[in-house]
């Protein structure tokens, strides 16, 4: 079993920065992959970033890529996601994740969610 708990969230303007965190318990944070989702409101949840066990692969979808970058420290079980340039259309609950297997299609454990707030 992994505990995941986010931080990091807040209300920012266009342009400005965040860093969410997401700390993890539980089984070796370093045998999973990890990944940050989110979701806005009335949509369906989605895939933002991924990194690999190592830390050595990431992935990205279109519309955060050169923007965000994921990050892990596997000293300190944490993963972190570092938000740069923000948009209006970035405002959502972003979740932390954790999963067996890289790519991340299925993860086994969720963080709670910490909401995110770009005002224009």
Request: glycine share 10%.
């Amino acid at each position: 079993q992994v505990q995941l708990v986010e931080s990091g969230g807040g209300l920012v303007q266009a342009g400005g920065s965040l860093r969410l965190s997401c700390a993890a318990s539980g089984r070796a944070f370093s045998s999973y992959a990890m990944g940050w989702f989110r979701q806005a409101p009335g949509k369906e949840r989605e895939f933002v970033a991924a990194i690999t066990q190592s830390g050595r692969t990431t992935s990205y979808t279109d519309s955060v890529r050169g923007r965000f970058t994921i990050s892990r420290d596997n000293a300190e079980s944490t993963v972190y996601l570092q938000m740069n340039s923000l948009k209006p259309e970035d405002t959502a609950v972003y979740y932390c994740a954790a999963a067996g297997y890289y790519p991340i299609h299925k993860p086994n454990y969720w963080g709670q969610g910490t909401q995110v707030t770009v005002s224009s």
